[in-house]
C-alpha cells in the first residue's frame, strides 16, 4: 500500500511540473516571437544609365559607337539626321548587333553593361553635291534594363521607350532618389 501511494505521489507530481513547465514555455516562447529586434542596415544606391557617342568621321562617313558610363546595364539606341537632302546608308559592323526599328532609330541587341561598349554602326552619306558643308547630328538614347517579374530582363525589342524617370530631390540630405513612372 505504501508502495502504491508513492507512484500516486510521483505520479501527482511529475504532473504538477509539467503543468508548471507548460505556463512557462508559453510566456517564454511569446517573448521570443513578440520583442525580436534586429540592427544593422544596407545602403541603397540607385544609379542612372548614361551613354556617350563616339563618332569618327571618314570619307563622308560617320563611324558610331556607344559607352556606358553609368552605373547601371541598359538598353541603347541611335538615331541619325542629315537633312532631307541627303539619304543615309547604314551598315553594322558588329556583327548583326544593331537592327533598324520602324521610329528610324537603329536598336542595340545586348544588355549594355557598365562600362561596356556596342560595336560600331556606319552612317554613309549619299547625294553628295557641290555643298562642302553641312551637319550629321546623332541622337542617342539609353534606359535602364527592364526585368520581369521573374528576374529575367525584358528583351531590347520588348522594352517601352517611353518610360519617364521619377525623380524626388530631398533638400534635406542633397540626395537623388529615381524610379518609374508609367504615365
Request: charged share 20%; aromatic share 10%.
Given at each position: 500500500?505504501?508502495?502504491?501511494?508513492?507512484?500516486?505521489?510521483?505520479?501527482?507530481?511529475?504532473?504538477?511540473?509539467?503543468?508548471?513547465?507548460?505556463?512557462?514555455?508559453?510566456?517564454?516562447?511569446?517573448?521570443?516571437?513578440?520583442?525580436?529586434?534586429?540592427?544593422?542596415?544596407?545602403?541603397?544606391?540607385?544609379?542612372?544609365?548614361?551613354?556617350?557617342?563616339?563618332?569618327?568621321?571618314?570619307?563622308?562617313?560617320?563611324?558610331?559607337?556607344?559607352?556606358?558610363?553609368?552605373?547601371?546595364?541598359?538598353?541603347?539606341?541611335?538615331?541619325?539626321?542629315?537633312?532631307?537632302?541627303?539619304a543615309l546608308n547604314f551598315t553594322?559592323?558588329?556583327?548583326?548587333?544593331?537592327?533598324?526599328?520602324?521610329?528610324?532609330?537603329?536598336?542595340?541587341?545586348?544588355?549594355?553593361?557598365?562600362?561596356?561598349?556596342?560595336?560600331?554602326?556606319?552612317?554613309?552619306?549619299?547625294?553628295?553635291?557641290?555643298?562642302?558643308?553641312?551637319n550629321v547630328i546623332v541622337i542617342?538614347?539609353?534606359?535602364?534594363?527592364?526585368?520581369?517579374?521573374?528576374?529575367?530582363?525584358?528583351?531590347?525589342?520588348?522594352?517601352?521607350?517611353?518610360?519617364?524617370?521619377?525623380?524626388?530631390?530631398?533638400?534635406?540630405?542633397?540626395?537623388?532618389?529615381?524610379?518609374?513612372?508609367?504615365?
Open positions: 500500500m505504501n508502495n502504491s501511494r508513492n507512484k500516486r505521489m510521483i505520479a501527482l507530481g511529475a504532473a504538477a511540473f509539467l503543468l508548471t513547465a507548460g505556463a512557462a514555455a508559453d510566456r517564454a516562447m511569446a517573448y521570443f516571437t513578440t520583442y525580436v529586434e534586429a540592427s544593422g542596415g544596407q545602403e541603397l544606391h540607385l544609379g542612372f544609365t548614361t551613354t556617350i557617342p563616339s563618332e569618327e568621321v571618314s570619307d563622308w562617313t560617320k563611324n558610331i559607337t556607344l559607352s556606358n558610363t553609368g552605373e547601371q546595364s541598359c538598353y541603347a539606341r541611335v538615331k541619325v539626321l542629315a537633312g532631307s537632302s541627303y553594322d559592323h558588329s556583327g548583326g548587333n544593331w537592327s533598324a526599328g520602324a521610329d528610324g532609330y537603329y536598336y542595340w541587341h545586348e544588355i549594355l553593361p557598365p562600362g561596356g561598349s556596342t560595336g560600331s554602326i556606319l552612317a554613309k552619306i549619299e547625294n553628295l553635291g557641290e555643298q562642302d558643308e553641312f542617342q538614347e539609353c534606359t535602364p534594363v527592364p526585368y520581369q517579374e521573374d528576374g529575367t530582363p525584358v528583351s531590347w525589342d520588348q522594352v517601352d521607350w517611353s518610360r519617364k524617370a521619377d525623380i524626388v530631390k530631398r533638400e534635406d540630405t542633397q540626395t537623388v532618389t529615381g524610379g518609374e513612372d508609367k504615365s
